[in-house]
């Protein structure tokens, strides 16, 4: 089976660990072990202590009780832990869900921008794949009268990101009930991809509290600040589509790492204490970037945020690829350009790193670059 090249990931990493202005990333601040610990206020003793006897024997084949228990309690009352499959990654959790549902004769609406996997993997598969792409004019928000055109007997999933990857549009409850409507009109699934969520001072609704056919998946990487876990999970109210879940997911990793569910339960039963902490990180740079982009008139965004990134348009004709190539090459400044998602002239932008006078360091790296571009004439100069 051939696959289509994931283009956020090659990117990215290959340039990482060389960036002297990393605004590529999109995870809030990662902890250490020495903040992990104090921001889940456990004794460092008795923790170290209780690792010793830890088995390094396979994990819990259906997801650590405790870790699922806290799972479930990201969510309203109608998600239990049952509904919950440990995974490895949001990576895995929504390859799960792709390899799962995704049958000869179906198709799948894929609400774009996305996170490549939920329409690359099912194109690769042959699969019928209906691209909707969320209009920069109207702010991203969902044309609910053009997906409901696009579905029909065949749609087995429409799939989407939200808060979405990369402009940080999030559905509001009314949006995904209209769209629940849409789906139940046709018996398809909804699945969200919700790793951003939570970064609000109000409840986020989720794709599970609202649907019975809903799927969401999400992970520890972005929100709770520890990728490194790669502790993924997928949740559904659908008890025998679980077990398919389960099922593939038997070929894809077995299980997870005690370890890691044991950090990850950690975190997650203190979820409102990262919610808080990294909704003040994400706040302070979105008011920065809002700065930044008054006096930067070759640049704007389509929307407000809901997550540690947005989408940054700009108003001349250079390549995003190769605009995020240039800059690097100039500043070593990464930016995760546009082409990533599928969005020419454009480039997302992260500002979760915990560091503000870094991120308003990277930023003015584009400021000059820019500057240059415009004092050799390849740009026009901003008016």
């Keep these: 089976m051939r696959i289509d090249n994931f283009k956020v990931e090659e990117w990215l990493n290959p340039l990482d660990p060389i960036a002297k202005y990393n605004l590529g990333s999109s995870c809030c ?13 456990t004794d460092p003793d008795k923790f170290f202590q209780d690792l010793e006897g830890m088995s390094l024997h396979y994990g819990y084949f259906m997801g650590m009780p405790r870790l699922k228990e ?10 239990t832990p049952d509904m919950v499959l440990c995974v490895h990654g949001g990576t895995g959790a929504n390859s799960i869900v792709c390899y799962v549902l995704c049958e000869p004769g179906d198709n799948v609406v894929s609400i774009l921008p996305n996170y490549q996997m939920f329409y690359s993997i099912p194109e690769s598969m042959g699969i019928e794949t209906r691209r909707y792409t969320c209009d920069e004019a109207s702010g991203y928000g969902i044309d609910m009268d053009q997906i409901r055109s696009m579905v029909d007997e065949h749609t087995k999933m429409i799939n989407l990101a939200s808060p979405n990857n990369p402009t940080g549009y999030t559905l509001s409850k009314e949006e995904l009930e209209e769209l629940v409507d849409i789906a139940r009109s046709v018996d398809a699934y909804v699945a969200v991809d919700e790793i951003y969520r939570g970064l609000s001072d109000d409840y986020m609704y989720s794709i599970v509290d609202l649907y019975e056919k809903g799927i ?14 790669r502790v993924g999970w997928i949740v559904t109210r659908d008890l025998s589509l679980k077990e398919r879940f389960m099922t593939w997911r038997s070929y894809n990793s077995i299980c997870e790492g005690e370890f890691n569910e044991t950090v990850a339960s950690m975190i997650l039963e203190h979820a409102d204490v990262f919610y808080k902490r ?19 008139p070759h640049f704007h965004v389509a929307c407000e945020s ?11 004709d250079i390549p995003a690829a190769q605009f995020a190539q240039e800059l690097f090459d100039a500043k070593s ?3 995760c350009h546009g082409m990533c998602f599928e969005e020419e002239h454009s480039f997302r932008i992260g500002y979760g790193f915990g560091d503000l006078d ?3 360091a990277g930023l003015q790296q584009i400021s000059d670059f820019v500057s240059e571009l415009e004092e050799s004439g390849r740009i026009p100069r901003a008016q």
């Design 29 to 41: 601040k990662p902890v250490s072990v020495k903040e992990f610990l104090e921001l889940t206020d």
């Design 70 to 79: 806290a799972i479930a309690g990201l969510y309203t009352d109608v998600v």
């Design 216 to 229: 969401c998946t999400s992970s520890m990487s972005k929100v709770f600040s520890s990728a490194g876990t």
């Design 278 to 296: 990294n909704t003040a990180i994400v706040k302070a740079a979105q008011d920065a970037l809002k700065e930044w982009l008054k006096v930067n």
């Design 306 to 316: 809901c997550s540690s990134t947005s989408l940054v348009y700009y108003d001349f």
């Design 333 to 335: 400044c990464l930016v």
């Design 358 to 360: 870094y991120f308003k």
